[in-house]
């Protein structure tokens, strides 16, 4: 549906010249959520900005359904109120002057296509909307009079309501307390589903893009280092970088010492010990690795643990929080993080046993 096709853009600050974002592409299916990960001034706003029209990239092509709606080649730029895109911003633009009602049933009264709704059907849309909003009721209420997070809604709601063929959401929810923004994360997925709006959603936030995403671009320094669906992205980083920045990771650095036939891959020496790598990548004895082990892929036990990849740790610190528990093991040279079921039992200074399934394994570049 959407096409990003080699997207640069620089800005001039204090005389200096700084790449936003330098050569991004990606696609994104109709009907889909792709979201753009990444750390703060990694280019998140420069790419999605772009999209909507409000800035002009140095060059590269946007293309909607086949068709260009900028391209540095040509010099073709539609103007924004041309592309006809959904917008919800971090700074969320409400109407101070309306009611509640009022914001929402604007876009509806001004659209340019026929056929005009009639007043009771404006009254049904914003209705249906402000109830996926959780804001059904407010309809009366002054704008300026709802909190930080209702407004946060209202504009959510403002851009639902028309419908647009791509909705842009740059951190909808970082205005909202941890409670709503899980509530909302789940309403955004419900109402994507139901009406299959082709959205690109811009987050810092990593459990928000797994939790919301068909896939993710992560992005660093203003560009795309990897996209894929949460699972890949999780489970299957390519890089470091993108193990550590989506979600808590061990990394445990080694040397190959050769070969390993079941599962097909490498035998890897690290401080505390040999561990199975399963990997396609081609690598010689003596080359140095880095393995990331998610924490909870660390499987703890008091008995011995049977299979590869085992190992004798001593539990350092314990943290109990009440669905998991999170432990920071001692094995041999190595600290690593576990995260067990609250239901094992742990002590700090006890001495435990330790495995990691071969295929947990993640091998980074
Ligand atoms: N208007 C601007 N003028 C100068 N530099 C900018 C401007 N907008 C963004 N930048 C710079 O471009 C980079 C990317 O910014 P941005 O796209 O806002 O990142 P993100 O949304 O991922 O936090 C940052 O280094 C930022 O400082
Ligand atoms: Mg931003």
Request: hydrophobic share 40%.
């Amino acid at each position: 549906m959407l096409d990003v096709n080699n997207l640069s853009k620089s800005y001039v600050a204090d005389g200096k010249s700084v790449k936003a974002i330098d050569g991004v592409s990606f696609s994104v299916p109709k009907g889909k959520i792709f979201t753009l990960l990444g750390p703060s001034g990694c280019g998140k706003t420069t790419t999605l900005r772009s999209i909507a029209g409000l800035e002009t990239p140095d060059s590269g092509e946007i293309l909607v359904s086949g068709t260009p709606v900028f391209s540095s080649a040509t010099g073709l730029r539609v103007p924004a109120n041309a592309r006809g895109f959904g917008m919800v911003f971090q700074s969320y633009a409400i109407w101070p002057h309306m009611t509640v009602f009022e914001n929402v049933a604007f876009p509806l009264q001004v659209r340019g296509r026929e056929p005009k709704l009639s007043r009771k059907q404006i009254e049904e849309e914003v209705g249906r909307v402000l109830e996926v909003v959780a804001l059904g009721g407010y309809e009366s209420r002054q704008a300026t009079q709802l909190s930080g997070g209702q407004q946060q809604r209202l504009a959510l709601a403002r851009a639902l309501v028309a419908k647009p063929s791509l909705l842009l959401l740059d951190e909808p929810l970082s205005n909202l307390d941890a409670k709503l923004r899980e509530r909302m994360r789940f309403e955004l997925k419900r109402l994507q589903r139901e009406v299959g709006i082709t959205s690109i959603y811009v987050t810092h936030d990593q459990s928000e893009a797994l939790a919301l995403s068909h896939d993710i671009a992560v992005m660093d320094q203003g560009r795309i280092v990897q996209v894929g669906s949460p699972r890949d992205i999780y489970e299957r980083p390519n890089n470091d970088f993108v193990a550590e920045f989506v979600g808590t990771t061990n990394f445990v650095s080694g040397k190959v010492l050769g070969r390993h036939a079941d599962p097909s891959g490498y035998l890897i020496e690290t401080a505390s010990g040999n561990l199975v790598v399963p990997t396609t990548d081609q690598l010689n004895p003596g080359d140095k690795v880095t393995i990331s082990i998610r924490p909870e892929d660390v499987q703890v036990s008091q008995e011995s643990l049977p299979g590869l990849n085992i190992g004798a740790a001593v539990v350092d610190t314990h943290m109990f929080l009440g669905f998991c528990q999170d432990l920071e093991l001692r094995w041999g040279e190595t600290r690593l993080e576990a995260r067990v079921h609250p239901s094992l039992s742990v002590s700090v200074g006890a001495p435990v046993h330790v495995r990691i399934d071969p295929q947990r394994c993640v091998l980074c570049k």
